[in-house]
């Protein structure tokens, strides 16, 4: 008997042993199964959070997501002014006829940096548009003559349907200084045709069709109201203009400086925009070679006098759209 139940006591031992290595096996297939179960039900709901985050992101301009600083718009203004051509020194005797010249916009420039669409949409503003000024009709050239660099940005905004931020008003001089001082060095255009150039001083320069490093006279003389006839060709001028000068303006040299690219620049200018409003958009005032360009046109006409007359209607749904709209 004794030894019976020895055997009996062993050959249990033995198959608790077989079962309990059987049932842990098991147990530990069960709990890895779970884990891994448990681990893709994690998985599933991280990844769903990310598709959110990210459709989030695109409704509200993912495109933008890698640009800082706020959207903003500037009306960049070139005016006629020249102390020479305004104050005569006429002699207090003098009974003769004085034929006083109006200070004009000549030029006009819209430019948004828009953050949402990572764009820069840039239009040319004729400064010929007929407006209306306490109550007279008078073109956005002749405005200038009787307000202010502020009063012609409220009056392009009005036109436009979009608020503009900020200003910049320089005079003949002031554009030539900028465009021959150490910001700019000079500036290269493409001329788009055999044409004559007649300067301040009235010299005459000659150029043929094709690029031309030019300093600030020949500029100024190059996109001058009176320097060329063909609105379409002036325009174009213009806008490759400012497009030259936005690139050697936005460096990273001046990104790291805003206070002494303000004092360079912009100070011996009329404008609103200060060294703070630059700090505060840094890096979307810098950041042109990112940007796509989109062109925009002001729709209208030319009446029989000269005067562009604005499509009120079309111009708002141009500028008041998408991520024009301020």
């Not at 490759?240 to 936005?250: F, H, R, S």
């Not at 505060?280 to 005067?307: H, I, R, S």
Request: proline share 2%; charged share 25%; hydrophobic share 40%.
């Amino acid at each position: 008997m004794p030894s019976v139940i020895r055997h009996f006591v062993v050959a249990f031992l033995i198959a608790a042993l077989i079962f309990g290595i059987a049932g842990a096996v098991a147990l530990g297939w069960f709990g890895k199964a779970v884990r891994n179960k448990e681990q893709s039900y994690v998985t599933d709901e991280t990844d769903t959070k990310n598709e959110t985050e990210d459709d989030s992101e695109e409704g509200s301009g993912s495109e933008a997501s890698f640009l800082k600083g706020q959207s903003f718009s500037m009306l960049l203004i070139l005016n006629d002014y020249q102390p020479d051509r305004y104050h005569y020194g006429i002699d207090d005797n003098y009974t003769g006829i004085v034929y006083p010249k109006l200070k004009k916009a000549d030029t006009l420039l819209y430019l948004r940096f828009s953050r949402e669409s990572a764009s820069l949409y840039t239009a040319v503003i004729p400064s010929k548009t007929q407006v209306k000024v306490d109550g007279v009709d008078m073109t956005l050239a002749e405005a200038y003559h009787y307000k202010d660099a502020a009063y012609i940005c409220n009056k392009v905004s009005s036109l436009l349907g979009t608020k503009i931020n900020y200003y910049c008003s320089a005079t003949y001089d002031e554009f030539v200084s900028f465009i021959n001082g150490s910001a700019m060095n000079g500036v290269t255009l493409n001329v788009p045709n055999d044409m004559r150039l007649t300067l301040r001083s009235g010299t005459t320069v000659n150029l043929t069709k094709g690029s031309h490093y030019m300093d600030g006279e020949q500029a100024l003389a190059l996109i001058r109201e009176e320097g060329i006839s063909n609105n379409e060709t002036r325009s174009r001028l213009r806008m490759d203009l400012i497009y030259k000068v936005l690139e050697k303006l936005t460096t990273l040299e001046n990104k790291r400086n805003p206070e002494k690219f303000h004092a360079a620049v912009l100070a011996p200018m009329t404008t609103n925009l200060g060294a703070a409003q630059i700090i505060a958009n840094v890096d979307m005032m810098f950041a042109y070679f990112e940007l796509e360009k989109k062109e925009l046109t002001v729709p209208g006409k030319y009446d029989v006098q000269g005067n562009f007359i604005v499509n009120s209607k079309e111009t708002l749904s141009i500028f008041r759209t998408g991520a024009v709209l301020e």
